[in-house]
């Protein structure tokens, strides 16, 4: 039992590290355009709009990154997962939406000249949100399944 303990510990070290750094590389992608923008050093560029689109797949990082701390410093994976399913869903469903239609919306509004669309019909984002939104439907489905299992276990 000690082995898949500490088995399970250092996959959560390994994918926070990852999340996390992915989670570090999408932040620099998104916030330094930001801040150049917001800080007056730079002008807001379709490229800085568009990189903005990004911050919910951040989130989406910074959850995965969360779960996977909580399970490095030795807590069970099985009340977590179903909650970061349904986040990451949340979130991943957020950006894909965010890319099909907020992203053209927010460039049309700043730049009218350049932009006309309304949405981008692209099936690569279309998949990104319906692949959201079935995280969200497995999250639950992972959180009732587990509390099948704990009313089963009560009877035995």
Do not use: N
């Not at 949100?129 to 704990?150: I, N, W």
Request: glycine residues 12%.
């Amino acid at each position: 039992m000690s082995d898949d303990r500490s088995k399970m510990r250092r996959e959560g070290l390994l994918v926070m590290v990852c999340a996390g750094g992915g989670a570090i590389l999408v932040a620099l992608i998104v916030l330094l355009p930001l801040a150049s923008w917001l800080g007056g050093w730079g002008e807001s560029t379709p490229w800085t709009v568009k990189r903005l689109g990004a911050a919910p797949y951040l989130m989406a990082l910074a959850g995965i990154t969360w779960a996977g701390w909580k399970v490095w410093r030795g807590r069970s994976f099985a009340p977590i997962l179903p909650r970061l399913l349904g986040a990451v869903g949340v979130f991943i469903a957020l950006g894909g939406a965010m890319d099909t239609l907020g992203t053209p919306l927010l460039l049309r509004s700043l730049f009218p000249d350049e932009y006309s669309s309304i949405a981008v019909f692209d099936p690569t984002y279309l998949s990104i949100v319906a692949v959201g939104l079935l995280l969200v439907m497995v999250g639950r489905l992972t959180g009732q399944s587990f509390s099948k299992a704990r009313e089963l276990d009560e009877f035995v």
